[in-house]
């Protein structure tokens, strides 16, 4: 085979498997056999037909396991329904204030006593549950189960292409009862090592999070690192840093060379009977394996694996295959075994990042300055390269962060981590000295933290851009490319000016009279943006839930950031209720300087203004004001701010959870004019949306706002029934994701965009 032998294949297989996941409907498994068959027969017409069979093999396994996956999903009919299940914890669990997270994988399953064909991992909360869910244990558990479903925003996370992608073939939670009896343990796994690890770090340093930082670096263990970490880390662009990267497993393979060298050194007669070399790649291999596996072989690990494997076995034949030629061989091992894997954002930073180091750092230096060259040239190289792929998957870069890797990076890797090595070792050969190697390891995360947390205030730490199109992050990886090309391609500044399209997107703002209006999918909850030419509203902002798990740093402020609003004017929690106001709080925090009204401002724990019925503000043509609703004293629903927002071609009316007795006189307020678009009355509950109410303020469209499978039944049929019958059109985010309405100053409303029917894909529900 030639030296680039596999870069074909490998490129060709990656395109076939890509394909697949553009697709919305899933071909039968037949096609899938005959796709493969097709395969077989132009494998033997020269070198395109090899290309073209790779890529129709691609096609056919990508195919055939994708559906495999989503057909081991909970049967729809089966959703909502209790199960027993026996099965073991394959992950640590995560304790929580209000319960116990943890994956299980089933061995069997039951459904009224008769079993079912359900296996896989399951997503499970354990609510009111302490920390006694040890990983590896066996549990006969009664589950109330359902497919996997999450929210769908802009900017937000694809947490059903994650389910399918880690083959979740369920989600739920635990329900009370004597049916859940511990069952002993699954026998030996690694998950069980990783607990008894980071529990031997807990006992050994005194600083919490020291501890926690340590168990990240050690064991992958990042249960103890809080939503302000995972900030610090972004604002530095290090996430990869905080649990164990593939550049770690890379140290650890070069421990166990080192450590074959000193062998060799104190005894050289074990050279005649297996050579040092062949030694040395054997022995990087199983320290890499062994650490990789305290990982949970996390992707970035598997592929920095795989690559030392391949040398290691050239190593052991007398080959030397070239890096790309590594690379290559990684990648087609890592999609032969699993090619959903291409739904992570880990596979994608993870290959190309190495992909470009490997392309645009082809010189080599010699000594320290040589090194230093390669580290600082490297983290330019990587930071610039794998910009467009993290605003594409995460909505947000670092512009310190070649700075920030510059430093963490050899730190972190040739320092805390090797000492940390040192520490695990002698925490299972002689646990005594191993407290005074982990206080060592505890002090220098200390001072590398301190030194982070700094650099997260500064300026561009976090860096937002609107939503990024596919055809403007194809531009800007062409432009790195080109950017950090060999010496002697010419012009290569010009690849700076492919980043243009990336850097200053296309945004598409209401013109003068006009708005646009965002009804985010919180789940059981509301949240509503409003935006005219030059200002923006945000009406409630979701819930905050005990495990601190929080719908407005998770749903609203990734939308705002992904839709181009910098700025937002006037920020309105309708009232205190928890689904409602819960996420206030973090979206004040990011706006500062936004004004705040409340229906309830006395049960909210920042500082808002009541909202006065009357008051207004005119923005870019647009009209906001505060209709009257319920008067202090009185319930808590019917306290809403109520806000009507019209423009010249139509009006948007947002009422919070106010109840049939009080719409009468909020329809009273509503003054004559243009189409009004209706957010329904308490996510559409039997108390609210009044027959009457309806039919004095005529909407043209009713949105709602509900959790798919509610426990409340929101929308309630009869209120359907009654928008129906009145001939209003409605929406609910719990079926459409979030929903965009555009109100022109020329025409009327109109539904601009469904989230979930936006974007259509085989994974969605």
Not at 52 to 57: E, H, K, N
Request: hydrophobic residues 50%; proline residues 7%; charged residues 15%.
């Amino acid at each position: 085979m030639r030296k680039d032998g596999a870069l074909v294949p490998a490129v060709m297989l990656l395109l076939g498997v890509l394909a697949v996941q553009w697709l919305v409907v899933l071909p039968q498994a037949w096609i899938c056999g005959a796709l493969a068959a097709v395969a077989l027969i132009v494998l033997r017409l020269g070198a395109y037909g090899r290309a073209l069979a790779w890529c129709l093999f691609g096609i056919a396994w990508a195919c055939w396991r994708g559906g495999t996956a989503m057909d081991a999903r909970l049967p729809r009919e089966q959703e909502g329904r209790d199960f027993t299940v026996v099965g073991y914890v394959a992950d640590l669990p995560l304790a929580r204030r209000d319960a116990t997270g943890f994956l299980l994988r089933i061995e069997q399953a039951s459904l009224e006593r008769t079993a079912v064909p359900l296996h896989g991992r399951v997503r499970v909360n354990w609510y009111n549950r302490a920390d006694d869910v040890p990983p590896c244990s066996r549990w006969q558990l009664n589950l109330r189960l359902k497919r996997p479903r999450g929210l769908l925003n802009p900017g937000g996370t694809d947490s059903e292409r994650s389910a399918l992608e880690r083959h979740i073939v369920a989600t739920g939670y635990v329900r009370e009862g004597p049916g859940n009896v511990l069952l002993g343990s699954s026998g030996f796994c690694i998950n069980a090592v990783r607990q008894a690890i980071s529990r031997g770090i807990a006992a050994r340093v005194d600083d919490p999070h020291d501890v926690a930082l340590l168990q990240a670096f050690s064991v992958g263990d990042t249960r103890g690192l809080s939503q302000h970490d995972w900030e610090v880390a972004r604002a530095n662009g290090i996430p990869h840093l905080i649990a164990i990267s593939g550049f770690h497993v890379g140290v650890a393979a070069l421990f166990g060379i080192w450590l074959v060298r000193l062998v060799y050194l104190l005894s050289p007669r074990l050279g005649l009977r297996l050579p040092r070399s062949q030694a040395q790649a054997m022995a990087a291999l199983w320290v890499a394996g062994a650490y990789s596996a305290l990982a949970g072989f996390g992707l970035p690990t598997v592929r920095t694996l795989l690559m030392i494997g391949v040398v290691a076995l050239a190593r052991c034949s007398r080959r030397h295959p070239g890096g790309p030629q590594t690379l290559a061989l990684a990648l087609m091992a890592v999609l032969l075994v699993d090619p959903l894997s291409v739904l992570s954002a880990g596979f994608w930073l993870s290959f190309i990042g190495v992909a470009f180091l490997m392309l645009c750092m082809t010189e080599r230096g010699k000594g320290l300055y040589g090194f230093l060259h390669e580290l600082s040239a490297g983290q330019l190289v990587m930071t610039l390269s794998l910009l467009p792929l993290t605003m594409w998957f995460f909505g947000e870069s670092s512009l310190v962060g070649a700075l920030s890797n510059l430093i963490a990076v050899p730190f972190v890797s040739f320092v805390i981590v090797p000492v940390t090595l040192v520490g695990m070792i002698l925490l299972g050969l002689c646990p005594p000295l191993a407290q005074p190697v982990f206080c060592c390891a505890g002090w220098l995360a200390h001072a590398q933290w301190w030194l982070l947390e700094r650099m997260a205030s500064w300026p561009g730490a976090h860096w937002y851009l609107p939503e990024v199109t596919w055809w403007a992050l194809l531009f800007a990886t062409l432009g790195a490319l080109w950017l950090f090309a060999p010496r002697g391609v010419p012009m290569r500044w010009l690849g700076g000016l492919l980043f243009l399209p990336l850097l200053w997107p296309q945004r598409v703002l209401p013109a003068q009279g006009g708005f646009q209006l965002w009804m985010l999918d919180v789940g059981q909850g509301l949240s509503v943006v409003v935006r005219t030419e030059h200002h923006a509203l945000v009406y409630d902002a979701g819930a905050r839930y005990p495990s601190d798990f929080d719908l407005g740093e998770a749903a609203v402020l990734p939308s705002l950031h992904a839709l181009g609003i910098g700025r937002v004017d006037l920020l309105v929690a309708s009232h205190a209720d928890n689904d409602h106001a819960g996420g206030v709080p973090a979206v004040a925090a990011a706006f500062p300087d936004a004004e705040r009204i409340s229906g309830e401002p006395e049960r909210l724990p920042i500082a808002m203004a009541a909202c006065v019925p009357g008051r207004a503000w005119q923005w870019d043509g647009v009209t906001l004001r505060v209709l009257p609703s319920g008067s202090a004293g009185g319930p808590a629903n019917d306290r809403s701010c109520v806000l009507l927002v019209e423009g010249k071609g139509g009006r948007a009316l947002l009422t919070g959870d106010i109840t049939a007795a009080i719409e009468p006189k909020v329809a009273a307020a509503i003054p004559p004019g243009p189409p009004l678009v209706l957010s329904v009355p308490h996510h559409g509950s039997r108390t609210s949306s009044s027959l009457a109410f309806i039919q004095s303020s005529s909407p043209v469209l009713a949105l709602v706002s509900a959790g798919w499978r509610n426990r409340f039944h929101h929308p309630h049929p009869l209120v359907v029934q009654r928008y129906e019958k009145a001939g209003v059109p409605w929406l609910d985010t719990a079926t459409a994701g979030a929903v965009q309405v555009d109100f022109p100053p020329d025409g009327p409303p109109r539904v601009a965009a469904q989230w979930r029917l936006r974007q259509s894909r085989y994974w969605r529900e």
